[in-house]
C-alpha cells in the first residue's frame, strides 16, 4: 500500500509538471493554429535562466520570477518579428520550419552560453527534506510541486473561464476572425497569448529542473510528451491539457513501476488507445 | 519549359561528374607515385567525435587530451607532421556515418579516431572492415567489438563495458554485502555493465533481489524506479547510468533519502569528473570501478592532472586520459612504421604497443585489440572542497576475455 501511494505521488508529480508544459503549447495552438515545436527549446532555456539566477542570487523564488519574464520576452519578439508574417490557413509547414529554426537556434544558444554538461539544480531550501503522508516518507519539494500544479491548473481556469481577456481567447480559438471582427486587436491578443504560452514553458522549465536537472537534449524529451499530453487531451484545450497530463503522468509512473523494460511502449499504447476511442482526444472539439 | 531546365541541369551535372572522375584519375597515380617509398606532407588523421547533444563534453575532453599529448610531440611522428581533421559524430548513426564516409572519402584521412557511443561504433563497424580503413576508438566500449564482431581494422584505446564491472563484483561481496539491486538503461551498453558485475558477483556467493532495466536513452522522472528499490530490502544497489540520466537518477536517489542508507555502487562513469559537479553531495560515498581516478597515485597522473587543468581551465576526466592515451597510441605507431600509413603496416605494430599511462600500465592486447589495464575500487570524498573520485583498491590488471564466458 506504501509503495502505491508513493508512486500515486510520483505519478502526480510528473503530471503536474507535465499540464505546465502542455498548457501553454495546447493554448498557443488552441488560438494561432500554431504548434510550436520551440516549446521544449523554451523549456530548457527557463531552466537555464533560473540555474544562473539562481547562482547569482541564490533564492529560487527570484528565478521562478525572472527566468520566464526573460523567455516570455523572447517569445514576444519571436511572436512579433517573424510568426506574425507566417499566419493563415495554409503556411502550417512555414510555422513549423521557423519554430524548429528558432528551437535549434535557442539548444545551440544554451550550448554556447552554459556549456553541454549536465547541470543539477538544487531543490530550494525552504523546501528540502522528507514528510511523511499516509505512512510515507516524501520529499517536500515534489509535494509541493503538486499544489503549485494544482493551483497553476485552478488560477488558469479562472483566467478562461472567468475573466475578459479569457472570454477573447476563447471567442479566438473559436474564430479569430470574427473577434477581429467586434473590434479587438486580435494581433495584439496573439502576441500576448504567445508569450504566456513560452512563459509557461520557462515556468515549467524552473520548477522541473529540480526533479529532472538540465542538460542537451532534454528539450526534445520534453516537446514529445508535451505533444503527446496535448494530442491524448484534444487539441486547444485547458481541460484536455490537464487531463491529458493527469493520464501520461499515472500511465508514465505505473508503466515505469511495473514494466520498465516496456513503459516507453506504454506510453504511446495508451496514446493509441485514446485515439482510437477518441480521435479528436479526450476533450477535442474540433472534429477532422 | 520544364523540360529544358531539366535537360540543361543534367547537362551541367555530367560534366561535374565528367569533370570529378577525371581529375581523380589524373591525380591518383601521382598520389600513388609519391605514397610509401619517401611520405611527405602530413599524416591526415580524421577525429570523428560528439561536438552537439548528449554527448558533446565527453567529445570536447577526449579531443582536448588528444591534442594536448600531440602538442607535447610537437605534432610529430615518423618523420610527418600529424594534421587533425575534427566531424561532428552526433549522438546516432544517422548522424555519424555521413561524417565518417566524408573523412574517409572526401577528405582520404590515413586512420580515422574518437566515437563515443556505441550504437554509432556497431554501425560503423562493417564500413571500416570492409573499406580496410584503420579506426582507433577512444571511447565507446560495446564488448562485441573485441569479441564476436572483433575486426582487423578497429582498434581501442579505452576499455570494454566488460572491464570496469567484473572486477567490482567480487569487492563488493565481500565488502558490502550478498544481496543486490541492479538498475542498468536498457540498450548494449547497460546490458554489458549488468551481465559482467552480476557473472563475477554470483560467482562470489552474491544474488541480485531486483533487476530493472529503465528506457534509453529518456530516463524522464526517475522517481518511479527509486521507488521500487526503496522497497526492495537489498543490501546495496549497483547501477551504471552516466551524463543526463546519471544526474536525474542520482538526485532522485538523494532526494528520497537513501543517500548514507542505501549503499550505491557503479561503472565509474556515473560518478565521474564530468558529472560530479552536478551531482554535489548526493555522490559521496558512492562507490565505483573503473580504470582511472582524478587523484590516482602515479608519476604520470600526477603530470596529467595539474598540466590540462592549467592548460584548459578544466578538471580532466577518464576520457580526456583515453583521448591522452589516443594521441600516444597514435604517435608509438607512427614512430615505429616510420610515418608509413600502409594500413596493414600500423595493424602490425598495435598489438603490444605499451607505456605508463596516466591511468597507469597500458598495453594494448593483441588478442582483444583493447587495453589491458588497472581497474581502481573509488570513491567519492570531499577533496580540497568539492567531491573527487579517491582509490580505494586497486582491483589489479583485467583484461577483455575475448568472449562471453565471463558475462
Aim: a negative charge; charged letters at 15%.
Amino acid at each position: 500500500m506504501e509503495a502505491f501511494i508513493t508512486q500515486l505521488l510520483n505519478g502526480l508529480v510528473t503530471s503536474m509538471l507535465l499540464f505546465i508544459v502542455a498548457a501553454g503549447l495546447s493554448l498557443i495552438f488552441g488560438l494561432m493554429d500554431v504548434i510550436n515545436l520551440a516549446h521544449g527549446a523554451f523549456y530548457l532555456l527557463g531552466g537555464y535562466v533560473a540555474l544562473t539566477v539562481m547562482e547569482q542570487s541564490g533564492e529560487f523564488w527570484r528565478a521562478l520570477i525572472y527566468a520566464p519574464l526573460i523567455v516570455a520576452l523572447l517569445g514576444l519578439i519571436i511572436e512579433v518579428v517573424f510568426l506574425r508574417r507566417l499566419y493563415g490557413r495554409h503556411r502550417h509547414l512555414e510555422q513549423v520550419l521557423l519554430m524548429f529554426g528558432v528551437a535549434l537556434i535557442v539548444t545551440d544558444f544554451i550550448r554556447a552560453t552554459w556549456g553541454a554538461f549536465v547541470e543539477s539544480v538544487p531543490n530550494p531550501e525552504l523546501l528540502s527534506g522528507h514528510v511523511t503522508i499516509f505512512n510515507v516518507q516524501y520529499p517536500v519539494y515534489r509535494l509541493s510541486l503538486i499544489g503549485f500544479g494544482l493551483m497553476l491548473a485552478f488560477l488558469l481556469w479562472l483566467f478562461i473561464e472567468r475573466t475578459r481577456l479569457g472570454a477573447i481567447v476563447r471567442a479566438g480559438v473559436s474564430d479569430a476572425q470574427m473577434v477581429g471582427g467586434l473590434g479587438i486587436d486580435v494581433q495584439r491578443v496573439f502576441a500576448a497569448m504567445f508569450a504566456f504560452g513560452t512563459a509557461l514553458a520557462a515556468l515549467a522549465g524552473v520548477v522541473g529542473a529540480p526533479i529532472f536537472s538540465l542538460y542537451p537534449g532534454l528539450d526534445s524529451e520534453v516537446l514529445i510528451l508535451a505533444l503527446v499530453v496535448v494530442v491524448i487531451g484534444g487539441l486547444g484545450t485547458l481541460k484536455g491539457a490537464f487531463y491529458g497530463s493527469l493520464v501520461i503522468g499515472l500511465a508514465d509512473t505505473f508503466g515505469k513501476a511495473a514494466l520498465p523494460e516496456f513503459s516507453r511502449f506504454l506510453l504511446f499504447a495508451v496514446m493509441a488507445a485514446v485515439l482510437l476511442i477518441r480521435p479528436t482526444g479526450l476533450f477535442g472539439q474540433k472534429g477532422g | 519549359m520544364t523540360v529544358k531546365t531539366k535537360a540543361r541541369l543534367t547537362r551541367r551535372q555530367f560534366l561535374k561528374a565528367a569533370g570529378l572522375t577525371a581529375g581523380a584519375t589524373a591525380a591518383s597515380p601521382l598520389l600513388s607515385a609519391c605514397g610509401p617509398a619517401a611520405p611527405a606532407g602530413p599524416v591526415k588523421i580524421g577525429v570523428l567525435l560528439p561536438y552537439s547533444a548528449v554527448y558533446a563534453e565527453l567529445g570536447n575532453s577526449i579531443e582536448k587530451g588528444m591534442r594536448m599529448y600531440l602538442e607535447e610531440k610537437n605534432s610529430e611522428a615518423g618523420g610527418r607532421k600529424i594534421e587533425l581533421i575534427t566531424e561532428d559524430e552526433g549522438a546516432t548513426p544517422d548522424e555519424a556515418t555521413p561524417k565518417a564516409k566524408k573523412l574517409v572519402e572526401q577528405d582520404e584521412v590515413d586512420l580515422v579516431t574518437g566515437i563515443v557511443s556505441s550504437g554509432v561504433l556497431g554501425a560503423l563497424r562493417d564500413y571500416f572492415d570492409q573499406n580496410k580503413k584503420l579506426l582507433i576508438c577512444s571511447n565507446a566500449g560495446a564488448n562485441q567489438l573485441s569479441r564476436q564482431a572483433k575486426t582487423p581494422y578497429i582498434w581501442r584505446t579505452s576499455f570494454t563495458n566488460w572491464q570496469p564491472n567484473w572486477p567490482v563484483g567480487p569487492w563488493a561481496a565481500e565488502n558490502v554485502g550478498k544481496r543486490v539491486f541492479v538498475s542498468v538503461p536498457d540498450y548494449a551498453a547497460g546490458h554489458n555493465m549488468r551481465d559482467a558485475f552480476l557473472n563475477s558477483f554470483q560467482a562470489a556467493g552474491g544474488e541480485a533481489v531486483g533487476l530493472q532495466l529503465t528506457p534509453f536513452p529518456n530516463i524522464g522522472d526517475p522517481a518511479p524506479y527509486i521507488t521500487e528499490i526503496a522497497n526492495a530490502e537489498a543490501d546495496f544497489l549497483y547501477c551504471f547510468y552516466s551524463g543526463g540520466q546519471a544526474v536525474t537518477f542520482l538526485k532522485a536517489y538523494g532526494d528520497f533519502g537513501l543517500a548514507g542508507q542505501l549503499p550505491l555502487l557503479s561503472a565509474g562513469f556515473m560518478v565521474e569528473e564530468d558529472v560530479l559537479p552536478a551531482h554535489g553531495d548526493y555522490a559521496l560515498g558512492v562507490r565505483s570501478g573503473l580504470h582511472w581516478a582524478l587523484y590516482l597515485d602515479n608519476p604520470e597522473n600526477k603530470t596529467f592532472s595539474p598540466t590540462y587543468q592549467a592548460k584548459y581551465d578544466r578538471t580532466p576526466d577518464v576520457f580526456a586520459v583515453q583521448g591522452y592515451d589516443t594521441g600516444r597510441v597514435i604517435v608509438e605507431m607512427l614512430n615505429q612504421t616510420q610515418g608509413d600509413t600502409n594500413v596493414d603496416k600500423m595493424i602490425d605494430v598495435l598489438g603490444g604497443i605499451s607505456f605508463a599511462s596516466p591511468r597507469g600500465p597500458f598495453t594494448l592486447d593483441t588478442a582483444t585489440q583493447n587495453p589491458k589495464h588497472h581497474i581502481y575500487l573509488r570513491d567519492v570524498q570531499t577533496v580540497d572542497g568539492a567531491p573527487h573520485n579517491v582509490v580505494l583498491a586497486d582491483l589489479g590488471e583485467v583484461v577483455d576475455p575475448g568472449d562471453d564466458s565471463k558475462g
